[in-house]
């Protein structure tokens, strides 16, 4: 799990830095990025579901899952109520903070991770 979640944090690091730089120098990549960055989390997120690693009740985590499955409800349920729509413009500034949200979460469990290791060293 330790490698993981290293290679996890370390691919989300590289990818919004990374997406970051390439959008400066070409605006077209823009939806792109949201699509690459946003599937590699949502991977991490149904790994993470799955294996029930870090999915404490009322944790960073589990809330943020039912945060995404909220946002993605309302974006089906936009195909039928077309008002609900808007959430597509609200994603379009709130993912950025959703992806930096979650790869600080992906941090914060690392180090608890580490700690852990750390503890049962000594």
């Known amino acids: 799990m330790k490698i993981f979640k290293q290679v996890d944090l370390y691919i989300n690091i590289s990818l919004i830095a990374g997406f970051t730089i390439?959008?400066?120098?070409?605006?077209?990549?823009?939806?792109?990025?949201?699509?690459?960055?946003?599937?590699?989390?949502?991977?991490?997120?149904?790994?993470?579901?799955?294996?029930?690693?870090?999915?404490?009740?009322?944790?960073?985590?589990?809330?943020y899952h039912w945060l995404v499955i909220v946002i993605l409800s309302v974006v089906l349920l936009g195909?039928?109520?077309?008002?609900?729509?808007?959430?597509?413009?609200?994603l379009l500034f709130g993912s950025p903070v959703l992806a930096i949200i979650y790869t600080k979460i992906c941090c914060d469990e690392l180090k608890e991770l580490k700690s852990r290791r750390s503890l049962s060293l000594k």
Do not use: C, D, V
């Open 79 to 90: 195909q039928i109520i077309t008002p609900l729509l808007i959430i597509f413009f609200l």
């Open 22 to 63: 390439a959008t400066l120098i070409n605006t077209e990549i823009l939806f792109k990025a949201y699509f690459i960055i946003g599937g590699w989390q949502l991977l991490s997120m149904i790994t993470h579901a799955f294996s029930s690693w870090f999915m404490k009740k009322g944790g960073a985590r589990s809330s």
